[in-house]
């Protein structure tokens, strides 16, 4: 199972394993959105890779990602831990 952190495929620069919020389109063209999905993003590219295994549980293999935005509650955590 890979844990370590993942390179991009496109720059190869590390990724930022982090919880986003996604806007998927579908292949009927509607839109789904998923809150808190773990995913790495490339801050270059700004690119962002979800586990395929994931995308098929969430049934958006057809779907493709058009905004991402990290997750309030990982950004939440963060102001919560850097204010002390
Ligand atoms: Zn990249």
């Known amino acids: 199972m890979p844990s370590a952190t993942l390179d991009c495929p496109e720059c190869g620069r590390p990724l930022v394993n982090s919880r986003f919020d996604a806007t998927f389109r579908l292949a009927d063209r509607s839109e789904r959105l998923c809150f808190g999905v773990p995913a790495g993003l490339c801050g270059t590219c700004h690119q ?18 058009v905004f991402a935005i990290e997750s309030d ?12």
């Not at 395929?52 to 969430?58: A, K, N, S, Y």
């Not at 509650?73 to 002390?84: I, N, P």
């Open 73 to 84: 509650v990982v950004l939440q955590a963060r102001a919560g831990s850097g204010t002390e």
């Open 48 to 65: 962002l890779y979800i586990d395929p295994e994931l995308i098929e549980l969430l049934g958006l293999d057809a779907g493709r990602c």
